[in-house]
């Protein structure tokens, strides 16, 4: 189930799953398979056991793991994607609140 999220936990969360695109896009030649194939791994569990901290469990995460594992999706924003969309709502007032 999602938690509540405060600015400050939306900002980490995205923040950490933009981190770790950029990563996987600025050393693409690095995780395209041999040795760092495993950290490129190690990477993805991290950021999805951290985003799942921080934002609660959602859906969108899991198959975001999944195309992590497939080779060549690392190219892709994939965990930037599913965390904007996990966190779209959270910053937004409620209506009564929007109305005061």
């Known amino acids: 189930m999602s938690k509540p999220l405060s600015p400050g936990r939306i900002w980490l969360a995205r923040l950490i799953a933009m981190g770790a695109d950029a990563l996987q896009i600025g050393l693409f ?11 490129d791994a190690v990477l993805d569990a991290v ?3 951290l985003l799942t901290l921080i934002c609660g469990f959602h859906l969108a995460f899991l198959p ?27 910053g937004a007032l409620p209506a009564d609140a929007a109305r005061r």
């Open 64 to 90: 975001t793991l999944v195309a992590e594992a497939l080779p060549g999706i690392d190219i892709f924003p994939t965990w930037t994607l599913a965390t904007l969309y996990v966190t779209r709502k959270a």
């Open 29 to 39: 030649p690095l995780f395209m398979g041999g040795a760092a194939e495993g950290a």
């Open 47 to 49: 950021v999805a056991l």
